[in-house]
């Protein structure tokens, strides 16, 4: 993700720091001496070794202390991992004052620098995503739909009958992109080549400036983030797309106002928290930034699930097709998706984005029910992964099983097997109060896709290729190898 001499001079100025700082870390280290550390026994270390991946040492804590508490260090802090559903409930539980959601996001991604102070002290557009989003998805899944149809169709023409090879994360993002900006900003700027290149390179750039930027310690981050971050450019280059939009809406409020314009821009304007251009375009940004990434790696791994499992593919398809037959391409044939919706959690479950999600930032010191206290300024989180590789929890956990949580429905169960379902055993979309409000739009634009996949296309590995999708780990973030491929041809009979 960085240049080598850059990421050279950063580690070896973050080290200088870390020494510096290690003073009171080792202080905020001896108040944490009741939870056992995993790892070396040189934090400092320990803390550089973790920015080259972490899933190793979290499945090694959770081997030794399931169900307990267990720390592993930053280079300035420390974050305590807890499992089993009776900590994450006192997790859950705990007010926002005291483990805080919105500020251990916002220290993990640095929002506040690469968003901007507003988006990060001011969340509103969280309450747009279940108020009005989540309330509409009915009425954008055949809208939805329409975009994924348009994209693959200008991708694959029908003359595409024989095998050809597609690198998936590039194909995927561009539908999921066009299908996520349809939402957010309608047509005709979600068909803009420019705006959509513009929005994927954002995301990348700014999850490594935030990476860069956790390199150095919070308090130098105010003066040093300028280096690291074009926050200023990104959205005045933003400000060039949107703007013409965002005018000629302010200018016709009344067709807006109406309805007819339906979309998360005008859902913005209309809430009128924010009213310039440049407030309002970082707003669709931060919406670009938490959505189009998460959805399209997801959905990435799936595909090639599929390529190395094409025995999958009839009975899906047979699925779509009775589904779409009887209610056409919407939300309530979506939700008949049964195996669709299993094969997409499967995958997750196997795969995941993060070794850790429910990151919360321990704003007063809080207290587990067995008077375990957990400092200021410490970070407290779940691991996800190895959760979701647990054999106490998933019948032969490391086995591709797509449709075991089809099997699992029944005697009243079939709500809390569907993808959006949160649970301590699943961890996708975090858990709780702060769980993603963005989940339903993204498993709604997966399982349209993934259908319409299934529907029009054969898929297959290449000879040789390995048996589930290759990754590329960075600290707590686990990213699909964006240089994979698969092979794909257009069915001959559609
Ligand atoms: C497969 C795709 C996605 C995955 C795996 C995913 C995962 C997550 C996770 C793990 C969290 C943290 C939850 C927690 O702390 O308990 C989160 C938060 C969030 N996600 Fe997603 N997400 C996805 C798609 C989306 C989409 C499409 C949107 C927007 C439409 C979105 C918007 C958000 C927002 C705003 C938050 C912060 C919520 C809060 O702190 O209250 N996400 N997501």
Known sequence: MFSNASQEICLLVSAGLAGIIAVPLFLRSRRLDAIP???????????????????????????????????IPTLYNWIVIVS???????????????????EGTNDFFKIAFIMGHRVANDPYHFAIIKMQLNRKLATLCPIIEDEISATLSEMFSSQDDEWRPVVVLTTIRKVVSRAGNRIFVGLPLCRDPGWLEFGLQYAVDSIVSAAKIDLFPRFV??????FFTCTGNHVGQAVEFLGPTIRERQNI?????????????????????????????????????????????SLMRAVYDLAAHPEYIVPLREEVDAVV???????????KMYKIDSFLKESHRLGGASSLVMIRKVSKDFTFSDGRIIPRGCYIAAP??????????????????????????????????????LSSDFLAFGHGKHACPGRFAAVVIQKLMLARIVSSYDLKLDDGAPASCKT??????????????ILLRKRSSV
């Open 384 to 421: 996800s992964c190895a959760i979701h590789h647990d054999e106490e929890l998933y019948d032969k956990p490391d086995a591709f099983d797509p449709f075991r949580f089809v099997r699992l429905r029944g005697d009243g169960n079939d709500m809390k097997q569907q993808m959006v379902s």
């Open 472 to 485: 590329v780990e960075f600290g707590i973030f686990i990213n699909p190898d964006p240089t994979t491929t």
């Open 37 to 71: 550390t995993v790892g070396s026994t040189n934090s400092w270390w320990s803390a550089i070794k973790n920015l080259k991946g972490t899933s190793g040492i979290i499945q090694e804590g959770y081997n030794k202390y399931k169900n307990a508490p267990f720390k």
């Open 253 to 297: 409020v009344d067709r807006a106002r109406s309805g007819e314009v339906d979309d998360f821009l005008q859902w913005l304007m209309n809430n009128g928290s924010e009213s310039t251009e440049r407030e309002i375009t970082q707003r669709i940004l931060a919406m670009v930034f938490a959505s189009i990434h998460a959805t399209a790696s």
């Open 84 to 102: 089993g559903t009776k900590l994450l409930d006192e997790v859950r539980a705990a007010p926002d004052d005291q483990l805080s959601a919105v």
């Open 325 to 335: 037959r009887q209610d056409g391409w919407t939300k309530a044939a979506i939700d």
């Open 221 to 226: 981050w105010p003066l040093i983030a300028n």
